[in-house]
Structures are given as structure tokens and as C-alpha cells.
């Protein structure tokens, strides 16, 4: 069990079929209720306010409930050529706001609605705005690595800073450089212990972890060492265009072992379902593949539910899932009360990073 600041961290796990996000929660010791009664916070959260975008409600209510603070009363709407219209309405002069929206697809009108309520914040005298973005849109085009392109990731850190937004909390960027583009405060968290914690639950047998590309190692190594200094894998792939993906070789040991690949999200699954195809032709007795962020495009569900590919599917509640974009294995984990002591740490302007210590 991971240490949360010197305190105890403590998982629940509820059944995986549930229609809500199933696995995790994050709960830290002087938030837990005695025995038989309900969760309370004992702390003063008069000038804390929470307000949710229309991307990942549930989300947004989970961490309300963890905070013992409301998704605050708004209104959102669209004018019939398709502008919104966003409004206020309680009073949050002096506040400290806290404004959940993920930019997930469709992605365009996610991060309007985004700026949109920060600047009906910023006229509303909020002390302090901070963007809560669980999964963040754009950040995969982080560099240029061909002639005339477009370095979106830095363009939407300038939008939020423009357009108001004192403070940004983002969780499991593409890039870790990423937090530099933004010229305000980027507080940067990871799903993964989330997804330790739930493997630690299963009986996996002798583990190597498994990066499905070179520029993922880092993150793989990262992941290892959670797992108990697990030895670690790599996928060599070389890509044909965007979301076209062709796996070559592994480098490392993986037969008779149960491999997890780990990625920071699954869009078309094109890659790793490559790299999962190559780690059972490599010997591989079980592979489980792990991200935070389940973009899941098109042809994504049918890929990743072929049998006998993935024994599990491991995924965080960052981006919505539907029910028809579920499948057998399938499995959502929760990560709204991580979510909820990082706001309820910058609230008190505490440590952060001390969550993920040790």
C-alpha cells in the first residue's frame, strides 16, 4: 500500500460490471469516517467552489462528494447556430474555483466551453481559477518534427492563460515538457497508482512490465517500480502515419511471464494491440494492458475485446465511457478522490507531489 504523505492510503474495490466507473478510491486517512457512519469533511470549504463542464459530469460529482462540496448551479447552453451561452449562478466573489473539464471529444467544443466558463468566473470576481483537466486535448502535437507544424499543446496553454485561469491541474500529459508550455502554475499528477493498486489486488504470477514504444520507457520504468522493481520491456515500433503503428521486435525477457503494457491512453488501439499480438507471439502467458486515459476512437473497442488478446483491460474514468463502448475486459477505475485531495491541497496551498511519495 503506497504512503500518501505519511498517511495510509485505502482502496475499495465495488464489482466491475457496475454501469459506474468501478474499481478505486482515494481516501486518506483523516477523511475517513469511524465505522457505520457517512464520510464527512471536517474542513472549512466556505470559499472552495466546484463547478463542472458538460465533458465528465460524473467525474465532477464523484469529487464533490469527496470534498463535501456541491458541483455548483450553472447554466449551459447553445443559441441556435451552435454558440454557448454559460452562466453563474451563485455568488463567488473571493472564491476559490475549481472549473472539472476534461477535453475529450469532441474536443473543440469541450475546450470553448472551458474558456467560456473561465471567463464568466474571472468577471465574477473569483479569487483564484483553476482548470481541472483530467485528460487534456491537443497535447499529443507537443514539438514540431516535420516543416510548417502546429505545436497545439503550447497554443492551448496560452488559451488558458489568456483567457484567466490562474492555475492548472492536469493529470497524465503526454509529455511531461508539457508543464513548461504554461506560464501559470501546472500541477501534474499520474493515474498510475490507481492502476498499481488494483493490479497489486490480483494474483498476476511473475511480471514484466512492457513499454509499447521507446518513447514510453520512462513512463514504463516509472510503473515498474511501483510494481515492485518489476523487470521492464520494450516494443520496438516504427510508425507509417498518424495512428498507424507497425510493432518489430521486443527487447527483453517476456516468455511465461504475464505482461502489462502501459500507456498513457488508448485512442484507435492500433499499438498496443500490436505490441499485446507480438508479447503472446513472444511467449507471454497473460497480457493486461493498462492507461489512464481511454480516448477509444474508432476501431478502438472492437480491437482491444478480441479474445483472447487482453485478459484485462485497465483504464481510469478520466474521459466518460458509454455502454456500448464497453466490453468484457473491461475494467474502469475511479480516480475522482485522487482528484480531490490534489484540489483540496492547492485549496490549503499544500504539497502535492507528497501524494505520489513513498
Sequence with gaps: MFALGGRARFYDR????????????FLTADRVAPEGSATQSTHDTRRLRLFSGTSNQALAREIGAYLGVPDGPRVIKRFADGELYIQIQESI????????????APVNDHLMELLIMVDACKRASARQITAVIPYSG????DRKTAGRESITAKLVANLLAKSGVDRVLAMDLHSAQIQGYFDIPCDHIYGSPVLVDYLRTRDLGEVVVVSPDVGGVARARAFAK??????????????S??????????IGD?????????????????TICAGARLLRERGATRVL????????SPPAVERLSEPGLFEEVLVTNSIPRSDDGRFPQLQVLSVANMLGEAIWRIHE???VSSMFRR
Excluded: W
Aim: a negative charge; proline letters at 4%; glycine letters at 6%.
Design 14 to 25: 465495488v464489482s466491475a460490471d457496475a454501469s459506474t466507473p468501478a474499481v478505486t478510491s
Design 93 to 104: 466573489r473571493g472564491c476559490d474555483v475549481f472549473l472539472i473539464q476534461p477535453t475529450c
Design 138 to 141: 491537443y497535447a499529443r502535437a
Design 226 to 239: 511501483q510494481m515492485n522493481d518489476a523487470p521492464l520491456a520494450i516494443i520496438d515500433k516504427r510508425r
Design 241 to 250: 502515419g498518424h495512428n498507424v503503428a507497425e510493432s518489430l521486435t521486443v
Design 254 to 270: 517476456v516468455a511465461g511471464k504475464t505482461a502489462i503494457l502501459i500507456d498513457d491512453m488508448i485512442d484507435t488501439g492500433g
Design 289 to 296: 494492458a493498462c492507461a489512464t486515459h481511454a480516448v477509444f
Design 349 to 351: 496551498e499544500s504539497s
